[in-house]
């Protein structure tokens, strides 16, 4: 097992049972460090310290938790500008988009101070049968126990932020694996919370082998899994443990549906923003732009424009608004969609190219409704443009996705937004804004392939929490 204690702001040049892995920058192939692998030993060592450290920590009163998630708060700010940076090397996240995350992940775990101000007893209000004058009854939730949180490269703190920041204020003890192409940036977190006054065993980060975590996984010592990745994995955890709890946030094509009376120039730059903006590798990043007749000209027009002014390149620079990929096995899957579409029939209007990890902002129009680009995530700089007649049509082409995390709409008409947001399959409609907005307080998550349960601190504590009731004769 890793210390998490032992890992905030410094070189990784310890080693697991199974060896260290390098973590290379992806812009330019640099060494930035490396990372020990773990194996089941030192997984089962950090699964049984979480154990051993649930009952004390559960009961831990809640001022004292806050306390600690205090101090995690003020760390996050001492070392705002030292974790930015660590991100955008290690993922290539433009410099100001990993400023904005690290000002996040303070902001997720300010929310949980705030909520332990809010949490605590219900009473049931039981006059309204005729039974209920004899009793009192009272609603508590209890941490459901030891959790195992996996988090992804693409946002290495604020991801493994809405894991451990609701469950910390719970009274849950963790298990946190990062990324393979993320893990200095997320173990320096895990130091950085550990180190805030977490006692022994609370948080226990370490790196393994996809055979380590299934072990994990499926350990009845560990009573829920909170996983944020790809549609396949997802599912492929679930199955695994069919009766134990689970959360999933997983993959998202998100759409953007323009209607003819929308501001286009102001709907096209927000587009381009979320389509490309960190090489499109959000979950929740625009993908497919359907607009309506009257409006298609004007607004692919916009769009061009828009693609072609995304300042794309070194992400430590702070124009940058597209870096580059994760990988070089990445940046190939990505052009290989592309071309497919091409060779069916689409047309590149903008960008198309590749120099190393870096795939250009991609306007693509006209993609086939059975190619990759429009029925899988492209996780990737791509937008498709489609044309569509009336509402109705726009909100069937959502539909059909397999997945549903957001949806954007473009509209001067209130009612239409309405309309919308009650026929759109989908876990959010974000009105006349582009779909990779997100706040942290509010409920995030899937339908359909999408996954299931939500984050945003409030709804993850009750998640990882239970509701139990107490009724008590009068005395």
Not at 37 to 44: F, K, R, S
Not at 70 to 81: F, G, H, M, P, R
Not at 293 to 300: F, H, K, L, P
Not at 367 to 373: K, M, Y
Request: aromatic share 6%; with cysteine; net charge negative.
């Amino acid at each position: 097992m890793v210390e998490a204690s032992s890992l905030i702001g410094r070189k990784r040049e310890s080693k697991g049972s199974e060896g260290t892995i390098e973590c290379h920058a992806p812009f330019d192939g640099s060494l930035l460090g490396t990372a020990p692998i773990c194996g089941w030993d030192e997984a089962d060592a950090a699964v049984q310290a979480a154990l051993e450290a649930f009952p004390s920590w559960s009961a831990t009163p809640l001022r004292e938790r806050q306390g600690v998630l205090a101090k995690v708060v003020s760390a996050i700010e001492s070392e705002s500008e030292d974790l930015a940076r660590l991100m955008a090397q290690e993922v290539g996240k433009p410099i100001a988009w990993s400023r904005a995350e690290v000002t996040r992940l303070r902001l997720t775990f300010q929310l949980a101070v705030s909520l332990l101000e809010e949490v605590g007893d219900e009473r049931l209000n039981l006059d309204f049968d005729n039974r209920g004058k004899d009793y009192e009854g009272t609603v508590s939730r209890f941490a459901v126990g030891p959790l195992f949180a996996i988090v992804p490269y693409n946002w290495p703190y604020n991801l493994a932020a809405h894991k451990l920041a609701p469950a910390l204020a719970a009274g849950c003890s963790v298990v946190l694996k990062p990324s393979p192409l993320a893990p200095l940036s997320t173990l320096a977190l895990a130091g950085l919370v550990s180190e805030a006054g977490l006692p022994s065993g609370v948080l226990n980060a370490l790196l393994c082998s996809n055979e380590t975590a299934e072990r994990i996984v499926k350990d009845p010592r560990i009573k829920m899994v909170s996983f944020t990745g790809s549609e396949a994995v997802g599912w492929h955890i679930k199955s695994l443990v069919p009766d134990k709890r689970v959360t999933l946030e997983l993959g998202g094509d998100a759409s953007c549906i323009v209607f003819d009376d929308a501001d286009l120039e102001r709907a096209a730059s927000r587009i381009a923003m979320s389509g490309y903006g960190y090489a499109g590798q959000v979950c929740i990043s625009a993908q497919h732009v359907l607009v309506q007749d009257g409006a298609y000209s004007a607004m692919r027009k916009h769009l061009v424009a828009a693609t072609l002014a995304t300042k794309t390149g070194d992400p430590m620079s702070e124009q940058t608004v597209c870096g580059p990929m994760i990988s070089a096995d990445a940046a190939e899957r990505v052009m290989a969609w592309i071309e497919e579409a091409e060779d069916r029939g689409a047309h590149v209007l903008a960008g198309g190219n590749r120099i190393g990890n870096m795939v250009e902002p991609t306007l693509i129009e006209d993609v086939p409704g059975d190619c990759r680009l429009a029925t899988e995530e492209a996780f990737g700089p791509v937008l498709t443009l489609a044309r569509f007649d009336d509402e109705g049509e726009a909100y069937d082409a959502v539909n059909r996705s397999r997945f549903g995390i957001h949806c954007s709409v473009f509209t001067g008409d209130a009612a239409r937004i309405e309309r919308a947001f009650s026929a759109l399959e989908v876990g959010g409609v974000i009105a006349n804004e582009f779909p990779s907005l997100r706040f942290d307080n509010m409920p995030y998550g899937g339908e359909k392939r999408s996954g299931f349960g939500r984050e945003g601190v409030r709804y993850a504590y009750e998640e990882m929490t239970t509701p139990k009731v107490l009724l008590e004769l009068r005395r």
